[in-house]
């Protein structure tokens, strides 16, 4: 699928899907799932779910598809490993010829992770092994014994800078503990590489690029639930670029869609963070770690003439300065705005 048609899929659906290249499966493939679902499944089948380690993978706020995961290998070297004692189950796909499979792209080539998009029923599966649901302790130590740690350290993922982001925002406002374990989750699961404040030279209040998230210094001197709000927004946007990839995210300046179409999906993806850090803020507030506070829409309203007339200079001026890749485009905006570390 070209950028074109990635945008246009973009614009229509919003729901996240891992699913690579259609192939076609082995006749024994495995599932493995925790034992608390083993009557359920005996009784019911496999049945499409946004399971817990799925949205670890992909990060919490983001709309999954609810899908089947398996290995197209009887190998166990080639299993998922959860870090759990997990049922196995074989799938016999000869007894379901429909159902559609296609390569996990949450991993290499090489791998042998698949997923579909169908139920599995009953008579398709077989339960090969019967898990206890425990953790393995020899792989992770007792600092961590959840699910979401467990993946954390799979997936090694880090935010450069994020701790003394925490800090400068905490000795101007003093957040709670927890509300700061809830920033910083959620800053993390999406994958962003760096967070900081820095001095901008322009009036801009943020910027999201595939490198990493600015704040604007000035933003520490507004009540806390607006500075919350605005580290929502852009943090929103790298789980967009976790989502969508840089090549899509960047397309819109690179000229190889219509101004119009371009201006519509930078719309669409400024409305979606909008949404999303509006929906942070009232969760935070239904926790009551926040105020009062009514985010606002602030793209819902603007024109898209305006919008197509922004992205128009933006590319005018990337083709005068030879920009022709995401990492030009990257370092085009952070030289646009940065002042000084």
């Not at 959840?146 to 993946?151: D, T």
């Not at 935010?159 to 503990?177: C, P, R």
């Not at 995210?249 to 963070?273: N, P, Q």
Request: net charge neutral; aromatic share 12%; charged share 30%.
């Amino acid at each position: 699928m070209n950028l074109q048609k990635n945008i246009k899929r973009i614009l229509r659906e919003e729901d996240y899907s891992p699913a690579g290249k259609e192939i076609i499966p082995n006749s024994i493939i495995v599932h493995k799932s925790n034992p608390m679902f083993r009557d359920k499944i005996m009784e019911q089948g496999l049945k499409v779910r946004a399971g817990e380690c799925y949205k670890i993978f992909v990060g919490y706020g983001v709309k999954c598809k609810p899908a089947i995961f398996a290995t197209n290998s009887t190998n166990k070297r080639a299993w998922f490993d959860s870090t759990y004692d997990d049922d196995v189950w074989f799938i016999d796909t000869r007894m379901i010829p429909d159902v559609k499979w296609y390569k996990d792209r949450h991993f290499e080539s090489t791998k042998k992770h698949i997923v579909t998009f169908q139920d599995i029923p009953k008579e398709a599966i077989t339960l090969y092994y019967e898990g206890t649901g425990s953790g393995d302790l020899k792989k992770w130590d007792k600092d961590s014994p959840n699910l979401y740690e467990s993946i954390k350290k799979i997936l090694k993922e880090e935010t450069e800078g994020i701790d003394s982001f925490l800090d400068e925002i905490n000795s101007k406002h003093n957040m709670s503990d927890e509300l700061k374990d809830f920033v910083k989750q959620f800053i993390e699961e999406s994958d962003c590489k760096r967070i900081n404040f820095s001095r901008f030279k322009m009036g801009v209040m943020g910027l999201a690029l595939e490198s990493g998230v600015l704040i604007n210094s000035v933003a520490l001197n507004h009540p806390l639930p607006f500075l919350l709000f605005l580290i929502f927004h852009e943090v929103a946007h790298q789980y967009q670029f976790k989502k969508y990839g840089e090549d899509v995210m960047y397309d819109c300046y690179l000229g190889e869609i219509s101004e119009r179409e371009a201006a519509e999906f930078m719309k669409h993806t400024e409305e979606v963070a909008d949404d999303f850090a509006y929906r942070k803020i009232r969760q935070l507030q239904k926790l009551n770690l926040i105020g009062q506070y009514k985010p606002p829409q602030m793209y819902k309203n603007v024109p898209i003439q305006q919008i197509t007339m922004m992205v128009n200079n933006y590319r005018n001026d990337m083709r005068r300065k030879n920009i022709d890749s995401p990492k030009k485009v990257s370092e085009y905006f952070y030289n646009m705005v940065k002042s000084e570390l």
